[in-house]
C-alpha cells in the first residue's frame, strides 16, 4: 500500500504542473511593475507568517504529550486556544479597524512570538498562557493582514481584479508550497538533527522575527474608522448593524462559518478516519499530499479568478457542494466496505478511497480561500473591515469548542455526517448569496432609468 501513496502525490503533483505551465493570456491578468512590486513583498511577509504557523501545527500535541499530558488535558489546552480566539481575539482584532492595520500585523508577530516562548515550559499553567496567546494571534492573523492588504490595494488605485491575483498566489504558496516545505523542514529539527519537539517552535519564531522586520521597514499604516470618538462597543454595534442590514454579508458570514467549521474538524477526524484500528499511516506524508491538494485548488482558482465573465458568487455553489459530498464518503464506505477489524498493518482499501476524498476535500479548500477573499473585499465595508472578519470567526469558534468538548461522544461517521450537512447548507446559501447579488443589480438599473426619466421634463 506504500506505493498507492507515492502514487497519489505523483498525480497531484503532475496536475498542477501542468495547470501552472499550461496557463494561456486568458488565465493571466495583465499588471504593472508597480503592482508586482507591492503584491510579491506582501506574499513574502504572508508566507514567513504562515510558514511560522505551520511549523508549529504538527507538533502542539506531540509537544504537551512529552510533557506528560494526556487526552483530557490537552483537549482544554486546545479549547483554550480557540476560546481565546473567539473572546479576546475578537477584542483586539477588531481594534486594527481604529488602531491600524499594520500595528495589529505586528501585534500577531510578536503575541505569537511569545506564544512559541512559553512551549519552553512543562507546567500546565504557563502552556494554558501560551496558547491563550495564540489563540488572539490566529485572529489577528486572519483578519489583520487581509485588511491591511485590501486597504492598501485601495489606496493605490490598483484594478479591484488584480487583488484576486495575490489572494490566489499568497494562498498558492502560503497555504500550499510553505505548508510543505514546513512540515519537512520540521522533520529535519526533530528527527533528523535531534534537537527535539520544541526546536519547531524556535524556527517560526525566527521566521516571524524576519516578517515582523520586513513589515517594520516597508508597511505604511492604514485604518478603518479611527475616528476619537468611537469606542469598542461603538465598533461592535456598527460591525453588527452592518451584518444585520446587508443580507450579503449576513450570508458571506454564514457560508464562512459552515465551511471553516467543517474544515477545522476534518482536521481532527482524518487521522482516526484513515487508521481506525492503528494501521500504520505517514501521517507527515499524508498531510504533504492535502497540501499539494490545497495548491491544485488554488491554482484552479487562480485561472477562475481571472476570468471576469465568470462569478465567484457562482463556481462556489459547486465547490461546497463537492465538498460536502467528499466529507461524506466516510459514511459511505461504513456502509458499502467490510471494514476491517485487524489491528495495525497497513491502510485499508476504505481508507484509500477516504484519502482521495479527503484530496478532493483539500482541493476544495484551496479553491475557498482565496475565493472567500475575493467575496469580503467587496462587501464588506472598509471602516469596520477587521471587525465584521472577527465576528465571523465567534459562531466558528464556537462550533470548533463544542466539537472538541465532544469529539468521543459521537461515533466518526456521525461527525462527518454532521460536516457534509453543513457544507451542504453553504452550497444553499452561497446559491441564496448569489441571487442577491443578481437582483441588487438590475435595481440599481431600474432606479437610474426612473431618475432619468424623472429629469427628463426638466432637461426639456
Not at 492598501?152 to 488605485?157: C, G, P, S, Y
Not at 451584518?243 to 481532527?268: C, H, N, P, R, W
Not at 497540501?291 to 465567484?312: F, P
Amino acid at each position: 500500500m506504500e506505493a498507492f501513496y507515492f502514487l497519489v502525490f505523483g498525480a497531484l503533483s503532475a496536475v498542477v504542473a501542468a495547470l501552472e505551465f499550461s496557463k494561456t493570456s486568458k488565465d493571466r491578468i495583465t499588471t504593472t511593475p508597480a503592482f508586482n512590486s507591492f503584491k510579491n513583498n506582501y506574499i513574502l511577509v504572508y508566507s514567513l507568517m504562515m510558514a511560522g504557523d505551520w511549523l508549529q501545527g504538527p507538533y502542539v500535541y506531540y509537544l504537551y504529550t512529552t510533557y506528560g499530558y494526556g487526552k483530557g488535558d490537552i483537549g482544554h489546552l486546545f479549547i483554550a486556544g480557540f476560546g481565546s480566539s473567539m473572546l479576546f481575539g475578537t477584542i483586539v482584532g477588531s481594534l486594527a479597524d481604529k488602531q491600524g492595520r499594520k500595528r495589529a500585523c505586528v501585534t500577531y508577530c510578536i503575541t505569537y512570538i511569545l506564544s512559541c516562548i512559553t512551549k519552553h515550559s512543562p507546567q500546565y499553567k504557563i502552556l494554558m498562557v501560551g496558547r491563550i496567546l495564540g489563540g488572539i494571534a490566529t485572529s489577528l492573523l486572519f483578519s489583520s493582514f487581509e485588511s491591511w492588504l485590501v486597504a492598501e490595494h485601495n489606496k493605490r488605485a490598483f484594478d479591484q481584479q488584480w487583488l484576486s491575483l495575490t489572494f490566489s498566489k499568497a494562498i498558492f504558496l502560503g497555504n500550499g508550497l510553505v505548508a510543505i516545505l514546513a512540515g519537512l523542514f520540521g522533520n529535519v529539527l526533530v528527527d533528523t538533527l535531534n534537537l527535539g519537539p520544541v526546536s519547531p517552535f524556535d524556527a517560526a519564531s525566527c521566521f516571524l522575527a524576519i516578517g515582523m522586520a520586513i513589515i517594520l521597514s516597508s508597511w505604511t499604516e492604514n485604518y478603518g474608522d479611527a475616528s476619537e470618538n468611537k469606542d469598542l462597543i461603538t465598533q461592535f454595534k456598527g460591525a453588527a448593524v452592518a451584518i444585520a442590514s446587508d443580507e450579503k454579508i449576513a450570508l458571506l458570514g454564514a457560508i464562512q462559518s459552515l465551511f471553516e467549521g467543517s474544515m477545522y474538524t476534518f482536521v481532527f477526524l482524518w487521522t482516526p478516519a484513515l487508521s481506525p484500528n492503528s494501521e500504520e499511516i505517514p501521517h507527515g506524508f499524508i498531510f504533504a499530499t492535502f497540501m499539494l491538494s490545497s495548491m491544485l485548488g488554488s491554482s484552479l482558482a487562480s485561472r477562475l479568478l481571472a476570468r471576469s465573465s465568470l462569478k465567484v458568487e457562482s463556481y462556489m455553489q459547486i465547490v461546497f457542494a463537492v465538498s460536502a459530498v467528499c466529507l461524506f464518503i466516510p459514511v459511505l464506505t461504513s456502509f458499502l466496505v467490510t471494514p476491517s477489524t485487524e489491528k495495525g498493518g497497513g491502510i485499508t482499501f476504505s481508507g484509500c478511497i477516504q484519502l482521495l476524498g479527503f484530496c478532493a476535500f483539500e482541493a476544495c479548500v484551496g479553491v475557498f480561500w482565496p475565493s472567500i477573499m475575493k467575496m469580503r473585499s467587496q462587501y464588506i465595508p472598509e471602516e469596520a473591515r477587521s471587525t465584521i472578519m472577527n465576528f465571523f470567526r465567534i459562531p466558528l469558534n464556537i462550533f470548533v469548542c463544542v466539537v472538541l468538548y465532544n469529539v468521543d461522544s459521537f461515533p466518526i461517521t456521525v461527525m462527518f455526517g454532521m460536516c457534509s450537512i453543513f457544507l451542504f447548507l453553504a452550497s444553499i446559501l452561497q446559491k441564496r448569496l448569489s441571487a442577491v447579488v443578481e437582483k441588487s443589480k438590475p435595481q440599481d438599473w431600474t432606479t437610474h432609468k426612473e431618475r432619468e426619466m424623472e429629469t427628463a421634463p426638466l432637461n426639456a
